[in-house]
């Protein structure tokens, strides 16, 4: 298996501009994370999946973040319209049960 | 509210020492506590789970321990190498909830 799949990895956008990243989950996982990673704050869940339905975005940072899994194999993470405080490393992460998440490369996201 | 601290931001050790990394919790009661590695540049890898009613567990150099008295585990690596140079999460879940992530040790093996 090819592991979490994660695109772009690198994004460089202006303040105001919409961004989207994207990622492709473990086959056979039903369990979708989306995470963000700064120096100040760590780790932060945003969102997650259960069998493609959103189940927690409490972490969802404001009405600017969006995300949605149409299906099993696919989830996209939007932010509209970006702010350069929303630079940071998104991460994606996948898991079949509630034991160990597998992570995605990441997107290094640079709002200007 | 509830809180994860990791005992330092960075540790540096000796090549061949043992390494001892910390994880404090607050106001939580996890089911089950994880570690993972993450290299730069990378996403975290799973490394070990503990589970509330364990006391340790080993995986080749690798040992966790876990007081739910205490609130805290205890990531422990022997003979470390260079190779083992890597910032390490841990993570508390309480089953069949999201994994909550404490900000991470950065940890230096120097030869």
């Known amino acids: 298996d090819a592991g979490v799949i994660q695109s772009p990895r690198h994004e460089v956008t202006e303040m105001g501009q919409e961004v989207t990243l994207r990622c492709k989950p473990i086959?056979?996982?039903?369990?979708l994370f989306w995470y963000r990673q700064t120096m100040m704050r760590g780790l932060e869940l945003l969102i997650y999946?259960?069998?493609?339905?959103?189940?927690?975005d409490s972490g969802m940072p404001e009405d600017r973040f969006s995300a949605k899994m149409p299906n099993a194999s696919f989830s996209t993470l939007k932010i509209q319209p970006s702010e350069p405080r929303d630079s940071a490393v998104y991460f994606c992460?996948?898991?079949?049960?509630?034991?160990?998440?597998?992570f995605g490369p990441g997107t290094r996201l640079t709002v200007t | 509210s509830q809180k994860i601290e990791q005992n330092s931001e960075a540790l540096n050790i000796q090549e061949g020492k043992t390494a001892t990394l910390t994880c404090n919790y607050t106001?939580?009661?996890?089911?089950?506590l994880q570690w993972y590695r993450q290299d730069p540049g990378r996403g975290p890898v799973f490394l070990l789970l503990?589970?509330?009613?364990?006391k340790e567990k080993r995986k080749e150099r690798l040992k966790v321990t876990f007081d739910t008295t205490l609130k805290q585990s205890l990531f422990h690596i022997t003979a470390s190498q260079p190779a083992d140079s890597a910032t390490y999460l841990c993570?508390?879940?309480?089953?069949?909830?999201?994994?909550?992530f404490g900000k991470g040790t950065r940890l230096s093996v120097i030869a």
């Open positions: 086959s056979g996982h039903n369990s």
């Open positions: 992460a996948s898991s079949s049960r509630v034991y160990e998440q597998y």
């Open positions: 999946f259960n069998n493609n339905v959103p189940i927690d």
């Open positions: 106001n939580y009661s996890p089911a089950y």
């Open positions: 503990i589970r509330e009613n364990e």
């Open positions: 993570a508390l879940d309480r089953g069949n909830t999201p994994l909550v």
